[in-house]
DNA sequence: TCTGGGGTCCTAGGACCC
DNA sequence: TCTGGGGTCCTAGGACCC
């Protein structure tokens, strides 16, 4: 009898674990990979797990501890991490034909198959292999009935080595089994917050949860709570969208590695941020009607985050050129910032967004010139992935205080002709090489 | 000195309509 | 004494994910 499976392929600690891909030396030493300016722990190995530290732990407080450990710390690498993941994702669509992608490293696979058990656990593990052999990079799987029964699983193959990667609840009967071992807020769809609340009512596992009638959890964790516990129940209803269909917001933003002051330079930083934004609303072939501009302030001494303020602005038509965004995104800003404040981080979110082609202009509008601007554009993002820089003049690329801290990153290996990896000729090779 | 960034979905409440 | 009812749409904010 066909059986419908939902399998979700997860690569472990992947960010940490693409960096020893080109660093064999530090395959059983702790690898941390650090947030953007080099702020928090993003990804760990885990022998770096193993030493206490945390994703979310501030680099500048675990530094030493982590140093006595002998710990690799790396900046966030995002080009080289996309190139792995995209070798990954081939691997899997060649194998499976209803693949959705969920994350940088998650994917959700649906299986239509009367296979039995064993059966599916050896195109799993012979998936993983290719995987492994092609990329170095170790994937674990979790099949189930449901989506969030396939994450309960996935973990368990994560955590214990006796599954080789690949962990199946393909008899409902274990299922309670399953789940009485589960912490509740190691579920997928539950955060922090019902955790909390789940606590107050005693329930710690993801069996008890699972076990609430319907009523109570619709009234206290609201729909897609008991969503999830249906799907707990081994009752599909959990969709995902495909993170590589068309995004509905569009979003940039940074902290900034010292606090800023001058209003110039927050204009030229925004002005990077829409940029990236048109680039990529274009690049999906969007046009949007809203920019929303958001500042947040230096934090005062004795807490952790500034304010932060938020601002929308409508545009006067669906648009998706940088000339029209950026002007928008400028009137938002000069409604937020106040003379004297110091600005930590800025950034721009688009929203109300829309096929390009379903762009419709008013009677009374001169689409001549909306049209000219997106002809403009086209061969802008031409120049710009070829050879050239164009920029707008309120941008300030030469002088840009908010860029990046990257001390600490890798080379993009994979992506960079002049970053591949070199071979000494002088050496002879040995058989390891 | 120093603590990412980029998304999705849901809901309550307000505005507005008849 | 008594102060409609029902519907839609939009928005801000919360919770969650990786």
């Known amino acids: 009898m066909q059986k419908t499976w939902h399998i979700i392929a997860d690569a472990n600690s992947f960010y940490a674990s693409v960096e020893k891909v080109f660093r064999p030396e530090l395959r059983d030493k702790p690898v941390v990979v650090l947030s953007n300016n080099d702020g928090i722990i993003v990804a760990l190995s885990p022998e770096a797990k193993a030493i206490g530290l945390k994703r979310g732990d501030a680099y500048h407080l675990i530094k030493d501890l982590a140093q006595k450990h002998d710990t690799q710390f790396f900046s966030s690498n995002f080009i080289l991490y996309y190139d792995f993941s995209r070798r990954i994702e081939q691997i899997i669509r060649r194998n499976f034909e209803h693949v959705e992608k969920y994350s940088i490293d998650e994917m959700f696979i649906t299986y239509y198959s009367s296979l039995n058990v064993n059966d599916l656990r050896k195109i799993l593990s012979k998936v993983r292999q290719e995987i492994l052999d092609e990329t170095k ?44 071992k589960f912490f509740v807020g190691d579920v997928w769809g539950i955060g922090r917050q019902s955790t909390k609340k789940l606590e107050t009512y005693n329930i710690r596992t993801a069996w008890e949860f699972s076990q609430r009638n319907d009523a109570w959890i619709r009234k206290n964790f609201n729909i897609t709570g008991l969503r999830t516990a249906k799907e707990l129940r081994g009752v599909p209803v959990v969709q995902i969208g495909d993170i590589t269909e068309s995004k509905q917001s569009i979003l940039c933003s940074r902290s900034f590695p010292k606090a800023i002051e001058n209003v110039d330079d927050i204009r030229a930083a925004l002005a990077d941020f829409v940029e990236e934004v048109g680039e990529k609303l274009r690049k999906q072939q969007s046009v949007c009607r809203n920019v929303s501009v958001f500042v947040v302030t230096a934090a005062p001494k004795h807490r952790i985050h500034g304010d932060s303020f938020w601002t929308q602005v409508e545009l006067p038509y669906f648009a998706n050129d940088t000339i029209t965004l950026t002007r928008s995104a400028m009137i938002g800003l000069q409604l937020l910032l106040k003379p004297g404040v110091k600005y930590k981080k800025a950034g721009v979110t688009v929203t109300n967004l829309i096929p390009e082609t379903n762009l419709q202009f008013n009677l009374w509008q001169d689409t001549s010139k909306i049209l000219k601007f997106r002809t403009l ?24 205080v908010h860029a990046f801290r990257q001390n600490l990153k890798s080379p993009n290996y994979t992506t960079d002709i002049r970053q591949v990896p070199k071979i000494d000729m002088d050496k002879p090779l040995k058989d390891s090489d």
Do not use: C, W
């Open 137 to 180: 990079i170790k994937v674990s799987f979790g099949a189930a009935p449901t989506k969030t029964l396939a994450k309960v699983m996935n973990q368990y193959s994560k955590k214990d080595n006796r599954y080789n990667g690949v962990s199946i609840l393909h008899d409902m009967s274990k299922l309670k089994t399953a789940l009485e």
């Open 377 to 400: 554009y086209k061969k802008i993002d031409f120049v710009n992935t070829s050879v050239g820089y164009v920029r707008l003049g309120v941008q300030n690329p030469d002088n840009a």
